[in-house]
């Protein structure tokens, strides 16, 4: 009998060890995630941003034997404001959607649009507020203004508008980290002003 209670004890005593060694376990990984660092959103926004495609239309390419890839000296500048638009057959357009070679033009039926530039120079994101940038993704505002257009295609924002605040904020936060670049992108064209 005095054996079992023995037993019994050691059990109780081992289980509480391993449920309050489980609990500070618990709080240790919460208190992480709430005071993550400056630095652990900039690393989860370039994690963001580089998965999100954003380099796809936003970043100038260089062309090597492989095909396009990123120019690391202008990436996520936008459509250089040095590459004009080549004309295009607007019978074609009645289609097609039409790329440029960098992915930062486009042509379809909303007439053409040119990828911002994201770096935060003053012709890009240098200015903007973090409240302008989430309401750019989440809403489609042009510079994440009130009464200001909506944003055109092909920029896919209905489907950045679903990213939580946080991670919109880390995709914000990083693009602030990136080397500044001065590009001012041509506004988009209209149709009937298409050459
Ligand atoms: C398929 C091409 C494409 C992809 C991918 C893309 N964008 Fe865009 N983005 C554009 C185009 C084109 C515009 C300009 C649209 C316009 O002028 O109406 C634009 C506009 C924007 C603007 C608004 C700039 C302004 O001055 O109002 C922001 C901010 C932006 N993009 C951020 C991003 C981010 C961040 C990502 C990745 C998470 C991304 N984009 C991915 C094509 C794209």
């Known amino acids: 009998m005095k054996k079992s209670l023995y037993s019994f004890l050691t059990l109780a005593a081992l289980t509480t060890i391993f449920i309050t060694g489980c609990k500070v376990e618990t709080e240790k990984k ?3 995630t709430v005071a993550s660092s400056q630095e652990d959103l900039v690393k989860r926004g370039e994690y963001l ?3 999100g495609g954003c380099d796809d239309c936003h970043s100038p390419k260089v062309f090597g034997p492989q095909g396009p890839a990123i120019d690391p000296e202008r990436r996520l ?3 250089p404001e040095n590459v004009a638009l080549e004309s295009v057959d607007k019978n074609t357009l009645k289609s097609w959607v039409l790329f440029n070679a960098h992915n930062t033009a486009t042509v379809g039926p909303w007439g053409a649009t040119f990828a911002a530039n994201l770096t935060p120079d003053a012709t890009g994101l240098g200015t903007w507020t973090e ?3 989430i309401k750019a993704l989440r809403e489609g505002k042009f510079k994440g203004l ?3 257009r ?3 295609p092909p ?3 209905q489907s950045y508008a679903k990213m939580t605040d946080d991670d919109l904020k880390a995709m914000f936060a ?3 980290t990136i080397k500044p670049v001065k590009n001012s992108v041509p506004a988009p064209i209209a149709p009937p002003d298409l050459k």
């Open 150 to 152: 909506q944003l055109l």
């Open 131 to 133: 409240e302008q940038f």
């Open 146 to 148: 009130d009464n200001t």
């Open 30 to 32: 919460e208190t992480k």
């Open 155 to 157: 920029m896919p924002w």
């Open 49 to 51: 941003v580089t998965v």
């Open 77 to 79: 500048s936008g459509h």
């Open 174 to 176: 990083y693009l602030k």
